[in-house]
């Protein structure tokens, strides 16, 4: 970490940005450079190591992006509702007096029993 604080981050310090992208395009230089540079106890750069060691062993991504979700164990009410962020969901009647798990995503809520 120090050494990107030293080779990216005071480097351009002097500098004039007029805009993020201005900024993003001056760091990626610099990162690309820090990536060249050989390390001087192992002879080899950053880029030659993940090339060599990393790279081979990359997955491809899920063909399904993450999605984020929130969990809770909840109780079913009386009138068979289940409640969820101040949000009541209905679920069948012979749950009453169980208790459930809320999974509720960006566009999905479900009830597990």
Request: proline share 5%; glycine share 2%; charged share 25%.
């Amino acid at each position: 970490m120090q050494v990107v604080e030293r080779w990216i981050l005071a480097r351009p310090h002097n500098r004039t940005f007029f805009g993020l992208a201005e900024l993003n395009r001056a760091i990626h230089k610099l990162l690309q450079e820090l990536n060249q540079r050989v390390m001087r106890h192992l002879g080899k750069s950053c880029r030659e190591l993940f090339d060599a060691l990393d790279r081979p062993t990359l997955k491809p991504l899920p063909a399904e992006p993450y999605q984020f979700a929130t969990w809770k164990k909840a109780k079913v009410n009386i009138d068979y509702h289940v409640e969820f962020d101040k949000h009541y969901y209905n679920v069948p009647h012979q749950l009453i007096g169980q208790e459930v798990l809320i999974r509720v995503a960006e566009r999905t809520v479900e009830v597990f029993h």
